[in-house]
T-cell receptor, first 114, second 110 residues
Framework: DGGITQSPKYLFRKEGQNVTLSCEQNLNHDAMYWYRQDPGQGLRLIYYSQIVNDFQKGDIAEGYSVSREKKESFPLTVTSAQKNPTAFYLCASNPNRAGANVLTFGAGSRLTVL | KNEVEQSPQNLTAQEGEFITINCSYS?????LHWLQQHPGGGIVSLFM???GKKKHGRLIATINIQEKHSSLHITASHPRDSAVYICAVSHNTNAGKSTFGDGTTLTVKP
């Protein structure tokens, strides 16, 4: 079945460490996104990529980095520069073609900084 | 003011009741999405609308483009419908960008 796979589902990190969250899709979607969700708040866009080897900052990109070397993969690195990294992280994809604008989400990764 | 506003924020209903969740937006959109998030966090896309009305089982979604308003209705609600329902809009100026409402937490009691 086609879909988005995020890993790990749960992750604990010590302060000062970088961590990388994986997002893989087999939907042949052009666009991929990373969102952060905090309790009681809507999803906020961290980074997005509409094509391989290109990505754009979202609303809250500081302290995060991404890469898009393959169409299927869009890993997110939470760096030590991110002041409040404990959150739920969601990856999504979209065909990004006219008439096909359906968002598909992964199951999410919950990061806790100890 | 947020670009996407949902109401109510929280909703408690008895099993069998008809439920309405509202979403208003203030930007030009190419599509509006209704999403469902269960405890544990995974999000499922329920509907994508650009006009009119869609129905899937007991769920109905409507959109009024002129009024920039959408509603999600659940008929004959059931405890398994308990979840957070999120409205999101895809911007017509940047098809890759979506803005999300804060969500409506629905609890259906047996």
């Amino acid at each position: 079945d086609g879909g988005i796979t995020q890993s790990p589902k749960y992750l604990f990190r010590k302060e000062g460490q970088n961590v990388t969250l994986s997002c893989e899709q087999n939907l042949n979607h052009d666009a991929m996104y990373w969102y952060r969700q905090d309790p009681g708040q809507g999803l906020r866009l961290i980074y997005y990529s509409q094509i391989v080897n290109d990505f754009q900052k979202g609303d809250i990109a500081e302290g995060y980095s991404v890469s898009r070397e393959k169409k299927e993969s869009f890993p997110l690195t939470v760096t030590s520069a991110q002041k409040n990294p404990t959150a739920f992280y969601l990856c999504a994809s979209n065909p990004n073609r006219a008439g096909a604008n359906v968002l598909t989400f992964g199951a999410g990764s919950r990061l806790t900084v100890l | 003011k947020n670009e996407v506003e949902q109401s109510p924020q929280n909703l408690t209903a008895q099993e069998g009741e008809f439920i309405t969740i509202n979403c208003s937006y203030s930007v030009g959109i190419s599509a509006l999405h209704w999403l469902q998030q269960h405890p544990g966090g995974g999000i499922v896309s329920l509907f994508m609308l650009s006009s009119g009305k869609k129905k899937h089982g007991r769920l109905i979604a409507t959109i009024n483009i002129q009024e920039k308003h959408s509603s999600l209705h659940i008929t004959a609600s059931h405890p398994r419908d308990s979840a957070v329902y999120i409205c999101a809009v895809s911007h017509n100026t940047n098809a890759g960008k979506s803005t999300f409402g804060d969500g409506t937490t629905l609890t259906v009691k047996p």
